[in-house]
């Protein structure tokens, strides 16, 4: 029992010894960290403001030499008059003469790429501009000027609202132009609205609004007829050009307003013929084998019987040989001498068939749904009744591929 009593006592105390031991080594370890840092402390109050800075500036110094060289920084102009610390190799100052050069040395990334478009300090105005209007530049061979208008309905109120803006690029006779715009809405050709007259102007801007009375079931039935005026020195009035729109193809609402531009277009002067004249254009795709006719419209026609019941349509019909192929036929446009249609058909024909192919235009009137009487014919193509204008049509249509070619033709 002696000898365990020893042990246990000798055990013990060596335990204590250690953990003397310990504790002594930490508070030593503790002592020395409170000794160094109260000499940094002091070391850094008795730093004068000068050596401060420059060890501000080293440090910065420092970090730009370690900026990733694919990210450039450049200076804009406006800011060249300002201290600046020195530039590394990847930054440069901007010049004047070039506002979107980019650094060209460097390994290309990403972000370089986009360093000529998104400079700092400087605006890419082709991030700003809008979508060019080529109806403002783009004007063909030819042209004798171009007009702007939108066009609104109200559908309560059955008012059509028009807005003339604007005519461009005018041709005068004279050097001078003083133009103005008269505004109909066909059939009534007698009643129209006049825009107010600009002085010496080629291009004039008018800005006017103007209302047509007239009921939702025949507006798809009216057409839109602007014609463009100038006056002289002597008062006397010179048509400059006329501009023809149908509203059938139009979807008109009160919160949807059309803005449209058309080329003005020469009136035929001459006096209709006796039966009347018709005006459609041709147009042959050889790639596809199609033949494209647009009828336009018709005038001075000889109606059998005035009404508004009567309705007058054109009938195309395509041949070969003496052989009805297909024929299509326009809407009925009711009460009018001088009808409006600017609707499209399309033939499949084969360019070796062209030789014995005509087309048949023929424009009858119906009356009620009752009968259907002939007003008159016209046919072009190399054969059956063609005559000189109608075989000089298709063949300009044949020598002119993909384009329309538009010509009136006299009825009989």
Same mark, same amino acid.
Request: hydrophobic share 35%.
């Given at each position: 029992?002696?000898?365990?009593?020893?042990?246990?006592?000798?055990?013990?105390?060596?335990?204590?010894?250690?953990?003397?031991?310990?504790?002594?080594?930490?508070?030593?370890?503790?002592?020395?960290?409170?000794?160094?840092?109260?000499?940094?402390? $002091?070391?850094?109050?008795?730093?004068?403001?000068?050596?401060?800075?420059?060890?501000?500036?080293?440090?910065?110094?420092?970090?730009?030499? @370690?900026?990733?060289?694919?990210?450039?920084?450049?200076?804009?102009?406006?800011?060249?008059?300002?201290?600046?610390?020195?530039?590394?190799?990847?930054?440069?100052?901007?010049?004047?003469?070039? &506002?979107?050069?980019?650094?060209?040395?460097?390994?290309?990334?990403?972000?370089?790429?986009?360093?000529?478009?998104?400079?700092?300090?400087?605006?890419?105005? /082709?991030?700003?501009?809008?979508?060019?209007?080529?109806?403002?530049?783009?004007?063909?061979?030819?042209?004798?000027?171009?007009?702007?208008?939108?066009?609104? %309905?109200?559908?309560?109120?059955?008012?059509?609202?028009?807005?003339?803006?604007?005519?461009?690029?005018?041709?005068?006779?004279?050097?001078?132009?003083? &133009?103005?715009?008269?505004?109909?809405?066909?059939?009534?050709?007698?009643? %129209?609205?006049? $825009?107010?007259?600009?002085?010496?102007?080629?291009?004039?801007?008018?800005?006017?609004?103007?209302?047509?009375?007239?009921?939702?079931?025949?507006?798809?039935?009216? @057409?839109?007829?602007?014609?463009?005026?100038?006056?002289?020195?002597?008062?006397?009035?010179?048509?400059?050009?006329?501009?023809?729109?149908?509203?059938?193809?139009?979807?008109?609402?009160?919160?949807?307003?059309?803005?449209?531009?058309?080329?003005?277009?020469?009136?035929?002067? /001459?006096?209709?013929? /006796?039966?009347?004249?018709?005006?459609?254009?041709?147009?042959?795709?050889?790639?596809?084998?199609?033949?494209?006719?647009?009828?336009?419209?018709?005038?001075?026609?000889?109606?059998?019987?005035?009404?508004?019941?009567?309705?007058?349509?054109?009938?195309?019909?395509?041949?070969?040989?003496?052989?009805?192929?297909?024929?299509?036929?326009?809407?009925?446009?009711?009460?009018?001498?001088?009808?409006?249609?600017?609707?499209?058909?399309?033939?499949?024909?084969?360019?070796?068939?062209?030789?014995?192919?005509?087309?048949?235009?023929?424009?009858?009137?119906?009356?009620?749904?009752?009968?259907?009487?002939?007003?008159?014919?016209?046919?072009?193509?190399?054969?059956?009744?063609?005559?000189?204008?109608?075989?000089?049509?298709?063949?300009?249509?044949?020598?002119?591929?993909?384009?329309?070619?538009?010509?009136?033709?006299?009825?009989?």
């Amino acid at each position: 029992e002696q000898a365990v009593a020893v042990a246990g006592a000798v055990i013990g105390g060596i335990l204590l010894f250690v953990l003397i031991g310990m504790i002594a080594y930490l508070l030593w370890k503790k002592f020395c960290c409170l000794l160094s840092y109260e000499k940094l402390t $002091s070391s850094v109050e008795t730093t004068n403001a000068n050596a401060f800075f420059q060890d501000q500036t080293n440090s910065e110094m420092q970090l730009k030499s @370690t900026r990733s060289r694919s990210v450039p920084f450049i200076i804009p102009p406006t800011l060249h008059g300002r201290d600046w610390i020195n530039l590394t190799s990847e930054e440069k100052v901007q010049e004047d003469s070039d &506002p979107y050069m980019t650094p060209q040395s460097g390994p290309r990334s990403s972000f370089h790429s986009l360093a000529g478009a998104y400079i700092v300090g400087t605006i890419n105005p /082709e991030l700003y501009k809008f979508p060019e209007d080529k109806s403002e530049t783009d004007f063909p061979d030819g042209n004798i000027g171009r007009l702007w208008f939108s066009i609104e %309905y109200e559908q309560e109120s059955e008012r059509l609202l028009v807005s003339l803006i604007k005519v461009r690029k005018l041709q005068p006779p004279a050097d001078s132009c003083s &133009p103005f715009v008269k505004i109909y809405l066909l059939p009534d050709e007698r009643s %129209y609205l006049q $825009s107010k007259t600009k002085r010496k102007t080629l291009n004039p801007q008018f800005d006017e609004n103007f209302v047509f009375q007239v009921s939702s079931k025949m507006l798809l039935q009216r @057409t839109l007829k602007f014609l463009v005026y100038h006056v002289d020195k002597q008062k006397k009035h010179h048509l400059l050009g006329q501009v023809i729109f149908p509203l059938k193809n139009e979807v008109l609402t009160d919160d949807n307003k059309l803005v449209i531009w058309r080329d003005l277009e020469k009136e035929n002067l /001459e006096p209709p013929s /006796e039966y009347g004249d018709i005006q459609f254009s041709l147009s042959y795709n050889d790639y596809l084998g199609r033949l494209t006719v647009v009828v336009l419209r018709a005038r001075g026609l000889k109606l059998q019987e005035e009404s508004h019941a009567a309705g007058v349509y054109v009938k195309v019909s395509l041949m070969n040989h003496n052989k009805f192929v297909k024929s299509k036929k326009t809407a009925a446009v009711l009460g009018t001498p001088n009808p409006v249609y600017n609707e499209t058909f399309s033939f499949k024909a084969d360019q070796t068939e062209l030789d014995t192919a005509s087309l048949s235009l023929s424009v009858l009137q119906s009356i009620k749904g009752e009968k259907t009487l002939l007003l008159g014919r016209v046919v072009v193509g190399p054969f059956m009744y063609t005559r000189g204008k109608e075989l000089e049509h298709w063949n300009e249509m044949i020598s002119k591929p993909k384009e329309l070619v538009k010509r009136w033709h006299a009825l009989c």
